[in-house]
């Protein structure tokens, strides 16, 4: 059987998971936009929005590897050969490693050095971050090689899990504990996703680390410090 044989109805099935996958993601965020503001008072409300941002800003740390590899994956997985695909597995994870390694350290640094207003709040905070970025990079990874792969019944499950596992353990943690208790819901709702698509998806990744994305920041960081 050919790959387009293969595919097609995939892809049709992949249409039908992506339009229920937007309705529900949608209506998630709406509940969520609408329960947060009236829980928290302003103040309260600007803190945790600030760790919105933060999360926001903070993904962009892997430079698109996420966003690259969805778009490889597909012609590796179905057409190259098994070490090509393995290659680039080993290459996206790596960076994925090295952008984890490197937010946690400004993570770390905001932890212990930052002083000013709400202080205790953006501390414990940015120290909370740490493990929930690395679960959730890793998560991410994952998700995207079900979805560059063809499954888009998992990645459907998967995506929406998330939203409505992260809306009842943020309007949890701060029904509990506050602007503070939603980053716990953060954290809580990465280790409840990363157990979910170890058990549902048949992927089996082993941690390599490849030296392999190293070369291109030694030649920058040379051109950089070059005098």
Not at 56 to 80: C, M, N, T, V
Not at 151 to 160: C, E, G
Request: charged share 15%.
């Amino acid at each position: 059987m050919s790959i387009e044989e293969k595919s097609e109805p995939n892809l049709q099935r992949g249409m039908k998971y992506s339009f229920l996958l937007s309705i529900s993601l949608v209506f998630s965020k709406v509940v969520r936009g609408l329960l947060v503001p009236k829980i928290l008072d302003p103040i309260s409300y600007g803190l945790f929005s600030s760790i919105g941002l933060i999360t926001r800003y903070i993904q962009f740390s892997d430079f698109g590897a996420l966003a690259s590899f969805i778009k490889e994956i597909p012609s590796k997985h179905f057409s190259s050969s098994g070490q090509e695909r393995k290659n680039l597995i080993d290459e996206t994870l790596s960076f994925l490693i090295l952008a984890t390694v490197f937010t946690s350290l400004y993570l770390g640094l905001v932890a212990i050095f930052f002083e000013g207003d709400n202080e205790y709040f953006f501390k414990t905070s940015a120290l909370i971050l740490i493990p929930t970025f690395a679960l959730k990079k890793f998560k991410d990874f994952i998700q995207a090689l079900v979805y560059g792969t063809g499954q888009y019944k998992n990645n459907a499950l998967i995506a929406a899990s998330n939203q409505w596992s992260g809306l009842i353990c943020v309007v949890g943690g701060i029904l509990i504990w506050g602007p503070l208790g939603g980053v716990m819901g953060l954290f809580l709702n990465e280790v409840l996703q990363l157990i979910l698509v170890l058990r549902l998806v048949k992927e089996s990744v082993r941690i390599k680390f490849s030296a392999r994305v190293i070369q291109p920041i030694k030649k920058y960081s040379n051109l950089f410090f070059v005098q």
